[in-house]
């Protein structure tokens, strides 16, 4: 009688390999998150995006850096000119990039506007006017007054415009030259208050008869604004030919960049950056927050 032998009994269960099983109310192993960081090359170039933007198509800053705009803007005047009202063009963009092949959205100016352009026929340089005349609008001066349309703008003197020399400011003239009471030098000059139709008002100064006060009619034409400086004996504007660093004719409405709304800053020039109570002591406060 023999027996027979094995390593498993018959019977045995067969043993297998299992993974257990997590806990119902164990939470899954949160996965780290990764803050990623914009560098700071990145940061500029979004920081520049946005700046060109807001100044392509809302304000941009300008500076006065003559008188032909006083007696309501003064050089040394910093403002901030609205994008939007005669809508958009190249020159609209920065360095006036070739973008746009015509004016989108465009706006008519209202006659009284004081308006931002690039002057012609360079196209390179910022002007700032008033517009007086708009397409069809026949304009022309006589005796030193406005006619617009065969009828003359109302012209009204009021007291003496009175501006102080400063680094920014000198007296056209001997004759306009005076001391205030308190000793300090300034400039009179005969000031004017003008009417166009519809009720604008604004002051213009008149410094005496110019060759420029007698011109012949002018018919503005479609697309395009008759400009003048409020100083009217001391502004090149549309009573001028267009001339490279001289009069500016009749400009194309293409060319208006933004309508002036409000002044930022205002400076008589005498601010030394080495001298930094100066920056303070050269500022005409009460002529910021100047709307138009």
């Not at 032998?5 to 390999?17: G, I, R």
């Not at 070739?98 to 706006?107: D, F, N, T, V």
């Not at 009471?181 to 604008?200: I, K, M, W």
């Given at each position: 009688m023999t027996a027979s032998m094995t390593d498993t009994p018959e019977n045995a269960p067969e043993s297998t390999a299992t993974t257990p099983e997590p806990l119902a109310d164990t939470p899954p192993p949160a996965k780290k998150q990764e803050r990623k960081e914009d560098s700071f090359p990145?940061?500029?170039?979004?920081?520049?995006?946005?700046?060109?933007?807001?100044?392509?198509?809302?304000?941009?800053?300008?500076?006065?850096?003559?008188?032909?705009?006083?007696?309501?803007?003064?050089?040394?005047?910093?403002?901030?000119?609205a994008k939007w009202p005669f809508g958009y063009s190249s020159y609209s963009l920065p360095f006036s990039l070739p973008l746009l092949p015509s004016r989108i959205m465009p706006g008519q100016p209202n006659r009284g506007d004081v308006v931002i352009f690039k002057a012609p026929p360079g196209n390179d340089v910022d002007y700032i006017k008033r517009v007086i005349g708009l397409p069809g609008d026949t304009v022309q001066m006589i005796g030193g007054q406005v006619h617009l349309n065969g009828v003359p703008v109302p012209k009204a003197k009021v007291a003496d415009f009175v501006i102080k020399v400063s680094a920014n400011t000198s007296c056209i003239a001997p004759e306009f030259e005076a001391v205030e009471a308190d000793g300090t030098p300034s400039c009179h000059y005969p000031q004017f208050r003008e009417t166009l139709p519809g009720g604008r008002q604004y002051n213009v100064l008149d410094l005496g008869y110019r060759p420029q006060d007698d011109t012949p009619p002018v018919i503005v034409p479609a697309g395009h604004v008759f400009l003048m400086g409020d100083n009217r004996d001391n502004s090149m504007d549309s009573r001028f030919p267009a001339v490279e660093g001289g009069g500016i004719g009749l400009v194309p409405q293409d060319n208006l960049i933004g309508r002036a709304t409000v002044i930022m800053w205002s400076t008589d020039g005498s601010a030394n950056w080495f001298l930094p109570w100066t920056w303070f002591t050269a500022a005409r406060f009460n002529r910021i927050g100047g709307t138009f």
């Amino acid at each position: 009688m023999t027996a027979s032998m094995t390593d498993t009994p018959e019977n045995a269960p067969e043993s297998t390999a299992t993974t257990p099983e997590p806990l119902a109310d164990t939470p899954p192993p949160a996965k780290k998150q990764e803050r990623k960081e914009d560098s700071f090359p990145v940061f500029v170039i979004k920081l520049v995006l946005i700046v060109a933007f807001f100044r392509s198509f809302v304000f941009s800053p300008f500076n006065i850096p003559s008188e032909s705009m006083l007696p309501r803007l003064e050089n040394g005047d910093y403002l901030l000119a609205a994008k939007w009202p005669f809508g958009y063009s190249s020159y609209s963009l920065p360095f006036s990039l070739p973008l746009l092949p015509s004016r989108i959205m465009p706006g008519q100016p209202n006659r009284g506007d004081v308006v931002i352009f690039k002057a012609p026929p360079g196209n390179d340089v910022d002007y700032i006017k008033r517009v007086i005349g708009l397409p069809g609008d026949t304009v022309q001066m006589i005796g030193g007054q406005v006619h617009l349309n065969g009828v003359p703008v109302p012209k009204a003197k009021v007291a003496d415009f009175v501006i102080k020399v400063s680094a920014n400011t000198s007296c056209i003239a001997p004759e306009f030259e005076a001391v205030e009471a308190d000793g300090t030098p300034s400039c009179h000059y005969p000031q004017f208050r003008e009417t166009l139709p519809g009720g604008r008002q604004y002051n213009v100064l008149d410094l005496g008869y110019r060759p420029q006060d007698d011109t012949p009619p002018v018919i503005v034409p479609a697309g395009h604004v008759f400009l003048m400086g409020d100083n009217r004996d001391n502004s090149m504007d549309s009573r001028f030919p267009a001339v490279e660093g001289g009069g500016i004719g009749l400009v194309p409405q293409d060319n208006l960049i933004g309508r002036a709304t409000v002044i930022m800053w205002s400076t008589d020039g005498s601010a030394n950056w080495f001298l930094p109570w100066t920056w303070f002591t050269a500022a005409r406060f009460n002529r910021i927050g100047g709307t138009f």
